[in-house]
């Protein structure tokens, strides 16, 4: 059975489809079998692996009708390593009203991850900026989740709210557990940043994960780019960043 790891923050821009990302194409050089879900409608992630043109198919069909089964596309990097990725569209921000009133309507992601996951060692999944329905289902579907974040005040203030929602969810999710907070885009030029940081570590203690990702052009272009750092060209330092963090991921499960 594979390790389920949503990666998730109601505030936006924090680094979790970068995150998603590039652990995904980081464990996939590992040699472990990954599939890539995107539950966000902007669909950065699709984007972020150059699918978003002409897709037949996308998450939200899975989601709204349990008999259609989700569809997964394979890609490979240019090294020939090969990822798994579940698609979306815009059409995902449609799921939220159009699911109002269907039974067990938080869970329609892990129902349908059940039948795929004895083909992965590891699905990550990549959340919308919100803590609306889509989100709880990828932490219901998980079981573990991993929080980006930037060291500003107010990302602190999110953080805690991010706690108390993760607590509600355990009703409906006993298994989910937090695997670590995550240093995203850290400036070590601005001692805001340094501040935050060391409240974090006092207040968060060993659930900060010990690899920062500093903020960095590469990671910036690659994205941009649509394709993951390990297929960007002069990114070894940001690779070498993100391969530490894949090592602490393997250590924690
Ligand atoms: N370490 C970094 N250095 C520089 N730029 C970064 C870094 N990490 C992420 N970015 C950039 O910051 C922007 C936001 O990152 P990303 O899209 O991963 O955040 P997000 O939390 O998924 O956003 P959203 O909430 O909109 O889904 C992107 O343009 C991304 O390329
Ligand atoms: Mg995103």
């Avoid at 400036?187 to 501040?195: A, F, G, S």
């Amino acid at each position: 059975m594979a390790v389920i790891i949503a990666v998730a923050n109601q505030k936006g821009g924090v680094g979790k489809t970068t995150t998603a990302c590039n652990l995904g194409a980081g464990l996939a050089r590992r040699g472990e079998r990954v599939l890539l879900v995107d539950m966000d409608p902007q669909s950065n992630l699709t984007a972020g692996f150059g699918l978003e043109k002409n897709l037949d198919d996308t998450i939200t069909h899975a989601l709204l009708d349990r008999n259609a089964s989700l569809p997964i596309l394979q890609v490979e990097d240019k090294s020939g390593v090969a990822i798994n990725v579940c698609p979306a569209d815009l059409s995902l921000s449609g799921v939220e009203t159009a699911s109002v009133e269907k039974l067990g309507r938080e869970m329609r992601l892990r129902d349908q991850l059940s039948k795929v996951d004895t083909d992965y060692d590891f699905i990550l999944i990549d959340t919308p900026p919100s803590l609306g329905v889509l989100t709880i289902n990828a932490l219901v579907a998980a079981n573990w989740v991993v929080i980006p974040t930037e060291a500003r005040f107010f990302s602190m203030q999110g953080l805690d709210m991010l706690s108390e929602s993760l607590e509600e969810v355990q009703y409906l999710n006993p298994n989910l557990r937090i695997m670590g907070v995550v240093l995203s885009k850290f400036d070590r030029r601005l001692r805001e940043e340094q501040k935050v940081t060391e409240y974090l570590r006092e207040s968060w203690g060993d659930r900060v994960f010990s690899t920062v990702v500093p903020t960095n052009s590469k990671i910036l272009e690659a994205s941009s780019a649509g394709v993951s750092l390990y297929a960007y060209k002069g990114a070894n330092a940001a690779r070498g960043i993100y391969d530490k963090l894949v090592e602490e991921v393997i250590a924690r499960v």
